[in-house]
């Protein structure tokens, strides 16, 4: 039987040592598990203690706040485990990828993430041995942008939470730790239309040059753009259906998990209509733009070409998004929000929010200066009369 829980008690006291007096801690868990741990050196002098002495009290101060955390279930180590954190990230990758079912490329983005970021400072420690200041010392020394070191620490989060329920570990040590601020300005960076029909120009072969068209008249992200099939462009309802995505060697949903229609302006019918002349395309399973294999296109080497063309072009160095951006930024200004966030197959409206400042609104400053003239007219009426 499990012994019934106790509530933990102890005592300080005092151990001499060649180098000076020393203030122990003796105390027992509710497990029953009694601890001897040091608190620190004694203070023997008068006055204030030097940063890092304690006297009597300070020791037992320190004790009362160790079982306090004991009581609450909050102490570090109360619990053992006999798993590293090592093991721990481990089981959280294997539970996101079989049990969550996530997309291959989001387990292999976290995958990375925990190579690089976690497992050099917490992999083999134990992890009830890990503590928030330790989580925090780490996050203020990590490298990299504070949205970086704010993911590592949401896939830290889930990590300790995972462990919780496999583990029973009692907290989560990252749950008190505050996120680092993202300081965005809030500012994106977009191709202007003759910036695209450029890039186009540019293009090392008419499908690539159709690929970048399309990328920045209709918004599809680039694992949609290589997954798109000819039976996904309506050339008679002047759409594109969005029905999947292909990146990291697999083919998943879109990233918002639903197929979407978005609208195929008739620059982009002309040079879809152009490409799907060509012999080889066979049928509507057929890939829009496939590799040189009749495969999946290699998204590294369109990388490469769209920079390559980038060069030839004269433009500046934007990112293959910043074509999905263009889309969003222009038609923020032609249509609704909530139909740019259909669109763009966004899961928030939060995200689609970012476009807003884009939108040409010419009549705010008329009602500003509406405003302005009415108040002025209240505070300064027009006397007639003697």
């Known amino acids: 039987m499990t012994p019934a829980a106790q509530s933990p008690s102890g005592h300080v006291f005092r151990v001499e ?8 801690a003796k105390y027992r868990l509710p497990d029953g598990h009694q601890v001897q741990r040091k608190v620190g050196p004694a203070w023997t002098e008068r006055g204030r203690p030097a940063p890092g002495y304690f006297t009597k009290r300070l020791a037992e ?25 090592a093991d721990a990230a481990a089981e959280w990758l294997r539970y996101i990828e079989h049990d969550r079912v996530r997309k291959p490329s989001t387990v292999a ?7 690089s970021q976690l497992l050099p400072t917490f992999g083999d420690l134990p992890i009830e041995s890990i503590t928030t200041p330790m989580i925090e010392r780490w996050l203020g020394s990590a490298g990299g942008s504070s949205s970086s070191r704010r993911k590592s620490l949401v896939l830290l989060h889930g990590i300790f939470r995972r462990a919780k329920k496999v583990w029973r570990l009692q907290t989560n040590p990252v749950t008190e730790v505050e996120k680092p601020p993202l300081g965005r300005s809030g500012d994106i960076e977009v191709f202007s239309p003759e910036e695209v029909h450029a890039l186009v120009r540019a293009a090392a072969s008419e499908q690539d040059a159709a690929l970048y068209l399309t990328a920045a ?31 990291a060697g697999h083919l998943t949903t879109p990233k918002s998990g639903r197929v979407r229609s978005v609208p195929m302006a008739p620059d982009v019918a002309s040079a879809l209509a152009r490409l799907g002349s060509r012999e080889h395309w066979v049928g509507d399973e057929d890939l829009v733009f496939p590799g040189h294999t009749g495969g999946y296109l290699d998204g ?26 263009t889309f969003g930024t222009r038609m923020i200004g032609q249509a ?25 609104r010419a009549e705010d ?15 300064n009426p027009v006397r007639t009369g003697a």
């Open 17 to 24: 040592r060649k180098r000076g007096p020393v203030w122990y």
């Open 365 to 379: 400053a008329q009602l500003v200066a509406r405003a302005f003239a009415l108040a002025g007219a209240r505070e």
């Open 300 to 325: 590294s080497a369109l990388r490469r070409r769209y920079g390559d063309a980038l060069t030839r072009a004269g433009l500046r160095r934007l990112r293959f998004h910043d074509l999905r951006h």
């Open 109 to 115: 983005g976290y995958r990375a993430i925990v190579r």
């Open 217 to 247: 008249f209709t918004g599809l992200r680039r694992g949609e753009l290589l997954a798109l099939r000819w039976r996904d462009v309506d050339f008679a309802g002047s759409l594109i259906r969005v029905r999947a995505s292909f990146s």
């Open 61 to 85: 101060d320190w004790l009362r706040t160790v079982l306090e955390e004991a009581r609450r279930g909050t102490l570090a180590g109360i619990v053992q485990t006999s798993a590293t954190f």
């Open 336 to 360: 609704d929000i909530r139909r740019v966030q259909e669109w763009m197959g966004h899961s928030s409206i939060q995200t689609t929010i970012q476009y807003l400042h884009y939108a040409p």
